[in-house]
Structures are given as C-alpha cells and as structure tokens.
C-alpha cells in the first residue's frame, strides 16, 4: 500500500494555517443541500484540526463554472449547510489567495474556520497551474487533502499543493485509502467483484482490470445481457450492446486464463414492458426469454447460488446494481445479494466495500449501507480505482 501521511503524523499545529481540501459539490434544493453526506465525511477532519488550535482554511468546487465567477456557484451557497453539519461558525473568504486571504487569516483565532470560494472560478485550478498553487500555498503552513472523490483530478487544490506544502491525508481520505487497500490492493482472497450497470462500455476497464485480481466476477444490470449474448442466448429486446458480444468474450477467455471465475445468471426475471410491476413479469431460464420479453433482474435460483458464491469468500468489491433496482420487482436480486453480503460482514467472515452513485442507492434501498464494511461516495474516483489507474491525488500524497 502506498505509504501517505495522516493527521496523526502531525505535530502541534497551534496557530499554523492548514488548508484542507473537502468536496461540498453538495446537490441543491430551494437554496439549502438536499444532501450532506460529504459534509458529514469531511466533518472529524475539520474539527480535529480546528480543536487543535489550526486556523483551518476550507478548499472546494461547486460546480463547473470553468474558470469564470458566478454568484449562484459561490462556496458561499453552502455556508450555512457546513455551519449546521460541524456546529461551528465559519468565515466566508471571496478570494483563494492575496491581501483578502492574508487579512481574513489575521481576523480569524486559533481554531477558527474558513471557507474560501469555489476553486473553479479561477482557470489555475482545472489546468493545475503551478504559479496559482504556489499563490494558495503563500499564506498557508500544511495542506490536507480529505476529498477522495476529487482525487482523480489532476487540479492545482488536488493535486498541485501537496508538491509545495507538507501534505497529508484527511479522516476520510485515509478511511477510504485503507478500505480500497483491503478490497483490492492487498485483499484476503477469495476475492468477488459484483459488477452491474447499464453497459459494459462504460465498465470495459473495470472488467478487464478486475478479471486479474479477484477469483469470483459476477455480472449484473443490462451488462450481462451483453455476455448472455455473448454466449448465444438470445436475450430478446433486452438491452444489450450487440457490438460487443466480441470483446464480451475476450474478457471470458481472459478470465479463463487467469482463473477467474465468470458469473451470469441461469434464471431470470422478464416482462414485456419496462414499467413498475407488470401485469407479463415472469421468471424463466434464460434459453426461454421470449421475442418480445425484457431481461429485467437475475432470477432468485441465481442469487441463491451467489450467495453461496459470497459465502466461500473473503472480499467483496460490488459496484452497480443486478437489476433494474428502481422499479419493482425488478429490485429482488440487488437486496437478496445485499443483505447476504451485509450478514457476512456481519458475521465478521467478509470485508465488503461497494461505490458508485447507484451502488449506494441500491443499498440503501436494500437497508443495509450501514452494515458493509465500506462504502464509498466518490463516483468517477471510485470507478478509476477499480479500473487499476493511479489517482493523481492520492499519488501526490505519497510522494
């Protein structure tokens, strides 16, 4: 595992300025965030500097003003929401750097927060400009990056500050390092990998990277029509990526060859027409998925043998859904695999780690999100990970 500093690496920080990258890219609903989880996972890293004395310097986008100023992108707009997550008042500061930042930080005590504006509206931030970090970094003495999800940007606050300042990783960055390391850096084998989702040009590096590193690939969503296909099921008007029932077999064989075993459903739940409950829903074999029949979800005699699949092994990566998990009943795979997952973390005999903006919805809707060893909240960050790419900001770390 690639060795980064951690808060606990630092010494005493009293009066020290401490710039710590956060994601509040929060999503908006009448002027307030609907959302704030990444407030909440940024929360013990900004109050455990702050308890110790720093003047903390708060880093974010919002949005994609690219490199223009607009008032409705302003960090300011999440102001109150930070304010009523981490109970703390906090400064707004209009600039990232110069007089303004240097006299807010005069202004501000030992302890104190603040928060600077939308990183973005500045052209240095996206084109990781040296110069625009080195002006960031003049008024600060550290630099702590705790937004993993921003970590597969190379940007001048994500990337470019770690080169200048003492940098290390937040609370929540190293949670998520450690708990990547353990599913796919250096996991207990058997190792499983779900993988579900619309399409498998979307996921194609994800598959290949992963066909190397776990024992047991289990392909869900519209993605295992494509394999079904693939392997000369005819998957009726199913969505499927006709094109590459070829690569679909090469990532077979590659599997074959590294031994690496493929899971595709045997049963599986069809209907006529996409729509909640309909009146056509079925389960059949997938060799008697009729002409005008939808593949909709795995069947329940398939997720009862991928349980037991679960069952043999140690670790478990999952990232997008088995189904069409929105719509009932084509949800039943995605939560029976899930709270089969959950019991065996819970049981203690599986690490489960699952991210990916649906993954997390699916397993809330499945209630179980609280009971999987990890779960990530970082979309592109998290996919880049699982398609084996070095992230720039977590590489910065650990120089």
């Excluded at 796919?184 to 399409?199: E, I, M, R, S, Y």
């Excluded at 590193?213 to 199913?238: C, E, P, W, Y």
């Excluded at 690490?351 to 809330?364: P, Y």
Aim: hydrophobic letters at 45%; proline letters at 5%; charged letters at 20%.
């Amino acid at each position: 595992m690639t060795t980064f500093k951690t808060l606990d690496d630092l010494g005493d920080i009293t009066g020290k300025v401490v710039l710590v990258r956060v994601d509040l890219n929060l999503p908006m609903q009448e002027g307030r965030a609907s959302d704030v989880t990444r407030v909440e996972a940024a929360k013990p890293t900004i109050l455990e500097l702050a308890d110790k004395g720093a003047k903390v310097l708060l880093l974010a986008h919002f949005g994609r003003p690219k490199g223009q100023r607009y008032s409705t992108m302003s960090t300011s707009m999440v102001q109150g929401d930070v304010e009523r997550v981490i109970d703390r008042e906090i400064m707004f500061i209009p600039e990232l750097s110069g007089p303004v930042v240097e006299q807010s930080i005069g202004i501000l005590r030992n302890g104190d927060i603040g928060l600077l504006d939308n990183v973005r509206f500045w052209p240095g931030e996206e084109a990781n400009d040296p110069d625009f970090a080195k002006a960031i970094a003049a008024n600060a003495d550290i630099y702590v990056n705790d937004a993993f999800s921003a970590a597969h940007r190379a940007h001048a606050t994500t990337e470019g500050l770690a080169h200048i300042l003492p940098a290390y990783a937040g609370r929540s960055m190293e949670a998520e390092l450690k708990a990547l390391d353990a599913a796919l850096g250096n996991p207990q084998p058997p190792v499983a990998a779900v993988v579900g989702g619309a399409k498998v040009s979307s996921k194609l590096a994800v598959l290949e990277n992963l066909v190397g590193r776990v024992q047991h690939l289990i392909i869900g969503g519209g993605m295992a029509n494509t394999f079904l296909a693939a392997r000369g099921v005819d998957v009726g008007k199913s969505l499927c990526e006709h094109e590459l029932t070829d690569v679909a077999n090469r990532i077979m064989d590659q599997a074959d060859h590294a031994g690496c075993t493929v899971h595709l459903p045997y049963d599986v739940t069809v209907a006529k027409e996409f729509a909640a409950n309909p009146p056509s829903v079925r389960t059949c074999n997938v060799h008697e998925v009729a002409a005008d029949e939808m593949i909709l979800d795995i069947g329940p005699q398939a997720v009862e043998a991928l349980g037991d699949v679960l069952k043999t092994c140690r670790t478990l990566v999952w990232n997008g859904p088995l189904g069409a998990f929105e719509l009932e009943p084509f949800d039943s795979a995605t939560v029976a695999l899930a709270r089969t997952a959950a019991a065996l973390t819970q049981d203690g005999s599986l690490t489960s780690v699952a991210g990916g903006g649906d993954t997390v919805a699916a397993l809330n809707h499945a209630g179980v999100a609280g009971d999987f060893s990890y779960i990530s909240t970082a979309g592109g960050a998290f996919l880049e990970w699982m398609e084996g790419k070095e992230l720039p900001g977590v590489a910065a770390l650990a120089r």
